[in-house]
C-alpha cells in the first residue's frame, strides 16, 4: 500500500512547477522509527507542460482563448480569418491543475474512508483516482457541459457532438469504472484490471449535459468485514484518465478554425465575416470581392450569387447598397442628367380641414438622387400620443427615407402657438 502521493503546484511566472509529496491520510508511517519511510524532498523544479489545446498561458494560469481566436496551447491566441469559425471544444491532456467545468469528489459510505476529500489526484500528464481510499468509496469526476452549437443537417440525423476519452485500470479486484451521462444514464462501464482505452460517444442534443466517471474499487459486499469494518485490501487500485475531448461546445477554446458551414449566419458569432462588399467562395472557403455595380447579400454571402445588381440608374456604394448618382442611362446609351435634383427637397400640399375645422396640410421631403454617404431625409413628430422628442427632433414615431411625408397643424390652429407635425409615414 502506497502512504504518500505526489502533487504539483500551479505554474509561476517562468512557467515552472514544483514537485511536492503528501502522507495520505490518516497517516500509519511512524518516522522516527529505524528503517522507516520518509517523504521524498518536495520543492523540485521542472518545467510546465504546455496549455490544454484552445489555450492560452497568462498570468501563471492557462485559460480559454477569446471569441473568434485559437491556439494549439503553446503559442498565444491568433485570431481566426473572415469566413470561418473557431472549432471550439474542451480538450484535456495536461493535468498540472484541474481543468475549467471539471470537478472531482469522493463518496464513502459514511464520514470516513477518503484519503483526500475530493480523491482524485493530479499527476501531470494524467489524473487518477488516488490511492489509500477504503474499498467502499466512490470517486467521482464531473465535466459540466453548458450547451453545444446547433447543428443544421437535412435528411439525416445530425451528429451535435461527441466525447472521446483515454483511460486505464490498474486493479487487482473487480473494480468497475461507469461512464454516465446527466443524472443516471450509464453508458458503459468497464471491469477489472483494463490497459489503456480509447472510448467515443456520440450524442445528438444541444442542451447542458453532465458527464460523469465513477469508479469504484469492489462490489459493495467485499468492501466490509463480517463485522462491517471498512476494508483497504485495493487501497492501490486505481483508475487513470489520460485524456478528455468534448467537440462542438459552446464554451471551451479552439485549437484550429475551420470554413463556415454553408448557410451560417455571417453575424460574427458562429462565422467570421467577410469584409464589407466580399461574398464567401464555398470552394476555396475565401473571401472574394463582388463584381462591380453589385451589392452582396449580407444574410446569405456564398457564392457569386449572392452579389446581385443595382436596378437601372443606380450605382453600387462599396457594395453594400445601390444609390441614384442622378444619371440614367437608357439601352439606347440616351443619357439624362438630373443633377439639379440631388439634395433634400420639400412640398407642401393643399390646405386641409378636419371635422371640427382644424386647419392642416401635408409635408412632403425627397432625396431622389445625389449623395451615396447620405441620401435620406426626415420627417419629425413632436404631438404624439405618448411619443419623447429626441434631441435632433426624432422621436420614437419620426421616420427617416428617401421619401416621406408628415402631418403638419400651422401655429394659428394650435393652443400653443407653434405648429404641431404628426402621422410621419414613408
Known amino acids: ?42 520543492g523540485v523544479k521542472t518545467s510546465c507542460p504546455p496549455c490544454n489545446l484552445g489555450m492560452y498561458y497568462t498570468n501563471s494560469t492557462c485559460e480559454f482563448c477569446p471569441p473568434n481566436t485559437f491556439s494549439n496551447g503553446n503559442q498565444p491566441c491568433r485570431p481566426c480569418q473572415a469566413s470561418t469559425t473557431p472549432d471550439r471544444g474542451l480538450s484535456y491532456k495536461w493535468w498540472n491543475t484541474m481543468p475549467p467545468f471539471l ?11 477518503c484519503a483526500t476529500p475530493t480523491g482524485w489526484q493530479l499527476a501531470g500528464d494524467h489524473i487518477h483516482s488516488g490511492t489509500g481510499h477504503a474499498d467502499d468509496v466512490y470517486l467521482v469526476l464531473s465535466l459540466t457541459v453548458s450547451g453545444f452549437r446547433s447543428v443544421t443537417q437535412l435528411g439525416t440525423k445530425a451528429e451535435v457532438g461527441r466525447v472521446t476519452f483515454e483511460f486505464e485500470l490498474q486493479c487487482t479486484s473487480d473494480c468497475i469504472l461507469f ?35 465513477a469508479f469504484t474499487k469492489t462490489q459493495w459486499d467485499k468492501a466490509f468485514t463480517i463485522t462491517g469494518k471498512k476494508k483497504y485490501d485495493f487501497a492501490d487500485d486505481m483508475a487513470i484518465i489520460r485524456s478528455i475531448a ?23 458569432n458562429s462565422c467570421i465575416p467577410c469584409p464589407a462588399g466580399n461574398y464567401i467562395d464555398t470552394k476555396t472557403s475565401k473571401c472574394k470581392e463582388c463584381p462591380s455595380n453589385t451589392v452582396v447579400q449580407e444574410s446569405n454571402p456564398y457564392d457569386l450569387k449572392s452579389c446581385e445588381k443595382c436596378g437601372s440608374g443606380t450605382r453600387a456604394k462599396d457594395h453594400q447598397f445601390c444609390y441614384s448618382d442622378c444619371k440614367l442611362t437608357l439601352p439606347n446609351q440616351q443619357t439624362f442628367d438630373f443633377s439639379a435634383l440631388q439634395g433634400w427637397h420639400s412640398m407642401r400640399g393643399s390646405n386641409l380641414f378636419t371635422g ?3 386647419a392642416f396640410y401635408h409635408s412632403f421631403n425627397l432625396s431622389l438622387c445625389g449623395s451615396p454617404d447620405d441620401y435620406s431625409v426626415i420627417c419629425t413628430n413632436n404631438a404624439t400620443s405618448g411619443g419623447v422628442l429626441e434631441d435632433d427632433g426624432v422621436n420614437e414615431d419620426g421616420v427617416k427615407a428617401a421619401i416621406c411625408r408628415t402631418t403638419v397643424i400651422p401655429s394659428s390652429s394650435t393652443d400653443g402657438g407653434h405648429a404641431l407635425t404628426a402621422q410621419s409615414v414613408r
Not at 461512464?179 to 445528438?204: A, Q
Not at 468534448?246 to 460574427?268: E, F, H, M, Q, R
Open 1 to 42: 500500500m502506497r502512504d504518500y502521493f505526489q502533487t504539483h503546484t500551479a505554474c509561476d511566472e517562468n512557467k515552472e512547477t514544483q514537485i511536492m509529496y503528501q502522507w495520505i491520510k490518516p497517516k500509519v508511517c511512524l518516522e522516527d522509527l529505524e528503517g522507516a519511510v520518509h517523504l521524498p524532498a518536495s
Open 356 to 358: 371640427s375645422g382644424t
Open 179 to 213: 461512464f454516465i451521462k446527466d443524472k443516471d444514464m450509464v453508458i458503459k462501464s468497464w471491469t477489472g484490471d483494463t490497459k489503456t482505452t480509447h472510448f467515443s460517444y456520440v450524442f445528438y442534443s444541444d442542451k447542458p449535459t453532465i458527464f460523469r466517471w
Open 246 to 268: 468534448v467537440t462542438n461546445t459552446k464554451d471551451g477554446g479552439a485549437s484550429a478554425c475551420k470554413p463556415c458551414p454553408l448557410g451560417s449566419p455571417n453575424d460574427g
Open 103 to 113: 470537478t472531482a469528489d469522493c463518496f464513502p459510505n459514511d464520514d470516513t474512508g
